[in-house]
């Protein structure tokens, strides 16, 4: 049976932060407040901290979710898992049209803000006549972007991060020279519909109805709930990050709409289409120096834009893609391209419905139609809360709990019902269109192919098994990365588990995908991939079944190979970690090679570097050395030895000679150290042993003439910094690159064997 692969956690604070602020900072900042100041005059400020405290209680009901189930899918998976596939299929429907209406709006923008360079000077960038001619170009680039995503052109992997620095500090520097120009005459009457003429309280409606345009704004702060499953440590770094990007944005946010408000006249700026262009235009009287601010503005404009746009077609067509996988949709959105491996059929509805909106809807209508499919999304998010905090199953066990539950929840639902009451007539009929066709669609189309219940249904709560085991057993991991060395890996590992009553071992096999590629999609995409991996594993399954100990595999598509190793001994616990090594260095840079190298280094357990050259274990030689492991590598030896019927063992070291002592005597008392060395151990049973003793000065070339006759060897590392000496030519790597046998180099975590080798030489030899 395949298995499900694992994403590698490799996410930090900073980077979810980076996602979530990367995908809110972008078309609402740089288009919605002269269009919403259109609805709510001065008081816009209020819209747009009204917009970011409805979204506080889904945030934080994401960050508990996502700590709780940390897998890809964000908030599709919640809804879905929570409260059913046809809860399912209208968040999946919702957020689809979110994401499309959202990336027109941002593709749409971007238009306005490249003709803005004219204005300093008055000499128009383009000839662009009327609105008509820029919805042109921007179904020109959005096409443009559609077929990037159809041919699987990836965007720089550390984009977004550098995006969110460069957008922080130019809008920041916007905000600081613009703080001292405010005029505060521009905020009286401050409480203003300018459409209904009304001024005081009466005038909060309008705050209201800008609400529900600027809410498209936050969207991305729950962005980061679909790589959920990438996330390091995500019961601290999933909420925390989610907060902080909320916050860092609310305050970035009123304050740039603060200063544009207090420095742009309201005339100009009421449903003005580039508000920071307009305000930087009012603030520099120079042309040149205008010119120049408009055009960095212009610069911080398109990057946001742009790559929101490209995001947007992107994002949104994951949605698709996976309802279709669920069969909520028909099969053919989730069809992939054979060649470029993406989902081409739901890229190409996507990017298309896109573009229609562009061509058919007026800015402000896109952001409302928006701001209601997001909207109903957060509403089912903290219903999907509540139904696991009431259901309660054994296996939801959040690393992050919601405060206030559940009356922040309860606010979230009831604040979301009311905003939706508030909208006008085009948005309001989209929001509740989305609820009324996703419902049919479901009970027409997908009830009948899904049997999956919510999570207050039995047949969630039957696949999700805790295993209990009374033993905490003898765990060895084993990265597995090709056949060549696989039997002689599984030969090894199943040795050093056969003394342990409770033992098993672990595989791991990691598919690395390039930073730039969402890890979730690599999956559905790289069938081929994927299957090689299982066969892999099954393989290893196979033999280590033929050996007699049980395994378990971690298929995982992850970035970093040896962080995903550690990730799973640090998980799993492990006891030991059995790595492939050719038994010389492959570059410079490297002391073992790129992926063991980490690997070796930071491993809390055992480390053993294995070079397997025959089937056989055979006669077998340890050397007992003047070095912190060799208790740990009599014991391995002795499981190689015990694991195969006819093997021998020798234990051999090689003493330096003495002045007044001959040479006899020394061998005498190395064998007495040796001996009592695996009387005071009895940790295997060695029934029968040979002793070798070489008395030699160059105790290099002494090791490599024993070593040479035998079919295994097994030697400790050199010193406790055992990579600074095999950096420099040392003992291991010189028998791995001349021995013609099987290598087996060892390291025990903390080298506790020191302390008893360290007393027996000095008994024998002081």
Same mark, same amino acid.
């Given at each position: 049976?395949?298995?499900?692969?694992?994403?590698?956690?490799?996410?930090?604070?900073?980077?979810?932060?980076?996602?979530?602020?990367?995908?809110?900072?972008?078309?609402?900042?740089?288009?919605?407040?002269?269009?919403?100041?259109?609805?709510?005059?001065?008081?816009?400020?209020?819209?747009?901290?009204?917009?970011?405290?409805?979204?506080?209680?889904?945030?934080?009901?994401?960050?508990?979710?996502?700590?709780?189930?940390?897998?890809?899918?964000?908030?599709?998976?919640?809804?879905?898992?929570?409260?059913?596939?046809?809860?399912?299929?209208v968040a999946g429907l919702g957020t689809w049209?979110?994401?499309?209406?959202?990336?027109?709006?941002?593709?749409?923008?971007?238009?306005?803000?490249?003709?803005?360079?004219?204005?300093?000077?008055?000499?128009?960038?383009?000839?662009?006549?009327?609105?008509?001619?820029?919805?042109?170009?921007?179904?020109?680039?959005?096409?443009?972007?559609?077929?990037?995503?159809?041919?699987?052109?990836?965007?720089?992997?550390?984009?977004?991060?550098?995006?969110?620095?460069?957008?922080?500090?130019?809008?920041?520097?916007?905000?600081?020279?613009?703080?001292?120009?405010?005029?505060?005459?521009?905020?009286?009457?401050?409480?203003?519909?300018?459409?209904?003429?009304?001024?005081?309280?009466?005038?909060?409606?309008?705050?209201?109805?800008?609400?529900?345009?600027?809410?498209?704004?936050?969207?991305?702060?729950?962005?980061?709930?679909?790589?959920?499953?990438?996330?390091?440590?995500?019961?601290?770094?999933?909420?925390?990050?989610?907060?902080?990007?909320?916050?860092?944005?609310?305050?970035?946010?009123?304050?740039?709409?603060?200063?544009?408000?207090?420095?742009?006249?309201?005339?100009?700026?009421?449903?003005?289409?580039?508000?920071?262009?307009?305000?930087?235009?009012?603030?520099?009287?120079?042309?040149?120096?205008?010119?120049?601010?408009?055009?960095?503005?212009?610069?911080?404009?398109?990057?946001?834009?742009?790559?929101?746009?490209?995001?947007?077609?992107?994002?949104?067509?994951?949605?698709?893609?996976?309802?279709?996988?669920?069969?909520?949709?028909?099969?053919?959105?989730?069809?992939?391209?054979?060649?470029?491996?993406?989902?081409?059929?739901?890229?190409?509805?996507?990017?298309?419905?896109?573009?229609?909106?562009?061509?058919?809807?007026?800015?402000?209508?896109?952001?409302?139609?928006?701001?209601?499919?997001?909207?109903?999304?957060?509403?089912?998010?903290?219903?999907?809360?509540?139904?696991?905090?009431?259901?309660?199953?054994?296996?939801?066990?959040?690393?992050?709990?919601?405060?206030?539950?559940?009356?922040?929840?309860?606010?979230?639902?009831?604040?979301?019902?009311?905003?939706?009451?508030?909208?006008?007539?085009?948005?309001?009929?989209?929001?509740?269109?989305?609820?009324?066709?996703?419902?049919?669609?479901?009970?027409?189309?997908?009830?009948?192919?899904?049997?999956?219940?919510?999570?207050?249904?039995?047949?969630?709560?039957?696949?999700?098994?805790?295993?209990?085991?009374?033993?905490?057993?003898?765990?060895?991991?084993?990265?597995?990365?090709?056949?060549?060395?696989?039997?002689?890996?599984?030969?090894?590992?199943?040795?050093?588990?056969?003394?342990h009553p409770h033992a098993e071992l672990i595989?791991?096999?990691?598919?690395?995908?390039?930073?730039?590629?969402?890890?979730?999609?690599?999956?559905?995409?790289?069938?081929?991939?994927?299957?090689?991996?299982?066969?892999?594993?099954?393989?290893?399954?196979?033999?280590?079944?033929?050996?007699?100990?049980?395994?378990?595999?971690?298929?995982?598509?992850?970035?970093?190979?040896?962080?995903?190793?550690?990730? +799973?001994? #640090? /998980? %799993?616990?492990?006891?030991?970690?059995?790595?492939?090594?050719?038994?010389?260095? @492959? $570059?410079? &840079?490297?002391?073992?090679?790129?992926?063991?190298?980490?690997?070796?280094?930071?491993?809390?357990?055992?480390?053993?570097?294995?070079?397997?050259?025959?089937?056989?274990?055979?006669?077998?030689?340890?050397?007992?050395?003047?070095?912190?492991?060799?208790?740990?590598?009599?014991?391995?030896?002795?499981?190689?030895?015990?694991?195969?019927?006819?093997?021998?063992?020798?234990?051999?070291?090689?003493?330096?000679?003495?002045?007044? +002592?001959? #040479? /006899? %005597?020394?061998?005498?008392?190395?064998?007495?150290?040796?001996?009592?060395?695996? @009387? $005071?151990? &009895?940790?295997?049973?060695?029934?029968?042993?040979?002793?070798?003793?070489?008395?030699?000065?160059?105790?290099d070339s002494a090791l490599l003439q024993i070593?040479?006759?035998?079919?295994?060897?097994?030697?400790?590392?050199?010193?406790?910094?055992?990579?600074?000496?095999?950096?420099?030519?040392?003992?291991?790597?010189?028998?791995?690159?001349?021995?013609?046998?099987?290598?087996?180099?060892?390291?025990?975590?903390?080298?506790?064997?020191?302390?008893?080798?360290?007393?027996?030489?000095?008994?024998?030899?002081?």
């Open positions: 049976m395949a298995q499900k692969q694992e994403l590698q956690r490799d996410l930090g604070l900073w980077s979810v932060i980076a996602i979530a602020m990367g995908a809110m900072i972008g078309s609402g900042i740089f288009v919605l407040p002269g269009v919403a100041m259109a609805q709510a005059g001065p008081a816009v400020v209020v819209a747009f901290l009204v917009a970011a405290i409805l979204v506080v209680p889904a945030a934080i009901s994401i960050a508990e979710l996502g700590t709780a189930m940390p897998e890809a899918g964000g908030d599709y998976i919640f809804i879905e898992r929570g409260m059913g596939p046809g809860a399912g299929t049209l979110m994401l499309m209406f959202k990336g027109a709006l941002a593709l749409l923008g971007g238009m306005y803000y490249l003709t803005a360079l004219g204005m300093p000077t008055d000499i128009p960038l383009w000839q662009l006549g009327d609105e008509s001619m820029l919805k042109a170009v921007a179904v020109v680039l959005g096409a443009l972007l559609i077929a990037v995503n159809i041919f699987g052109v990836k965007q720089t992997g550390n984009l977004q991060t550098v995006m969110v620095v460069v957008m922080v500090v130019i809008l920041g520097g916007f905000v600081a020279v613009s703080m001292f120009h405010v005029d505060s005459s521009y905020y009286d009457p401050f409480w203003y519909d300018p459409e209904a003429g009304q001024t005081g309280m009466d005038g909060m409606f309008g705050v209201l109805s800008a609400t529900t345009m600027v809410l498209v704004s936050y969207a991305g702060v729950t962005k980061v709930a679909a790589v959920a499953e990438e996330i390091e440590n995500p019961e601290r770094n999933l909420p925390l990050g989610l907060l902080l990007s909320l916050v860092v944005t609310t305050f970035l946010y009123l304050l740039i709409v603060f200063v544009i408000v207090g420095i742009v006249q309201p005339e100009m700026l009421a449903g003005s289409n580039v508000p920071m262009a307009d305000a930087v235009e009012a603030l520099f009287t120079h042309p040149a120096v205008a010119l120049a601010g408009v055009a960095l503005i212009v610069a911080a404009a398109m990057l946001a834009l742009v790559s929101t746009a490209n995001a947007g077609v992107l994002t949104a067509s994951r949605y698709p893609f996976a309802l279709s996988r669920d069969k909520l949709l028909p099969e053919f959105f989730g069809q992939v391209h054979d060649r470029f491996h993406t989902p081409v059929t739901a890229i190409l509805i996507t990017g298309g419905a896109m573009l229609v909106i562009i061509l058919f809807l007026p800015v402000e209508d896109i952001a409302k139609m928006a701001g209601s499919f997001q909207i109903i999304v957060y509403i089912l998010v903290n219903l999907a809360l509540i139904a696991f905090r009431v259901a309660d199953p054994e296996w939801y066990e959040p690393g992050f709990t919601s405060p206030l539950y559940p009356w922040l929840q309860v606010f979230g639902v009831v604040s979301g019902l009311a905003i939706l009451t508030q909208m006008d007539l085009l948005p309001l009929i989209g929001g509740v269109g989305i609820i009324v066709l996703g419902t049919g669609w479901y009970l027409y189309y997908g009830k009948e192919r899904v049997q999956r219940e919510g999570i207050v249904g039995e047949a969630l709560a039957s696949t999700m098994e805790v295993e209990v085991t009374e033993h905490q057993p003898y765990r060895v991991v084993i990265p597995i990365a090709n056949r060549e060395s696989l039997a002689g890996l599984i030969r090894v590992a199943a040795a050093s588990a056969s003394p595989g791991v096999n990691v598919v690395v995908v390039p930073d730039q590629t969402s890890l979730a999609q690599e999956i559905a995409t790289e069938v081929d991939r994927m299957d090689a991996q299982q066969r892999l594993i099954e393989e290893a399954e196979q033999l280590a079944e033929q050996f007699g100990v049980p395994m378990r595999s971690h298929p995982i598509v992850g970035r970093d190979v040896p962080k995903a190793i550690l990730d +799973v001994i #640090d /998980e %799993e616990d492990a006891d030991e970690v059995i790595l492939a090594w050719k038994g010389e260095r @492959d $570059k410079r &840079d490297f002391i073992l090679g790129s992926n063991i190298d980490p690997v070796a280094k930071k491993a809390n357990c055992e480390v053993t570097l294995a070079k397997v050259r025959h089937d056989r274990v055979g006669s077998t030689v340890a050397f007992i050395t003047d070095g912190p492991y060799a208790e740990v590598t009599l014991i391995r030896a002795a499981e190689l030895v015990t694991s195969e019927e006819g093997a021998t063992l020798t234990l051999a070291t090689v003493v330096q000679p003495e002045e007044g +002592v001959d #040479d /006899e %005597e020394l061998r005498r008392r190395a064998r007495e150290m040796i001996e009592e060395a695996v @009387d $005071k151990m &009895d940790l295997v049973d060695i029934d029968d042993y040979d002793v070798q003793v070489v008395v030699d000065d160059d105790v070593a040479e006759p035998f079919q295994t060897v097994c030697i400790g590392a050199t010193r406790s910094k055992m990579f600074e000496r095999v950096l420099f030519g040392a003992i291991p790597e010189m028998i791995g690159n001349k021995v013609d046998g099987n290598v087996v180099i060892v390291r025990s975590e903390k080298g506790k064997s020191r302390s008893l080798w360290a007393a027996l030489k000095s008994k024998w030899f002081s």
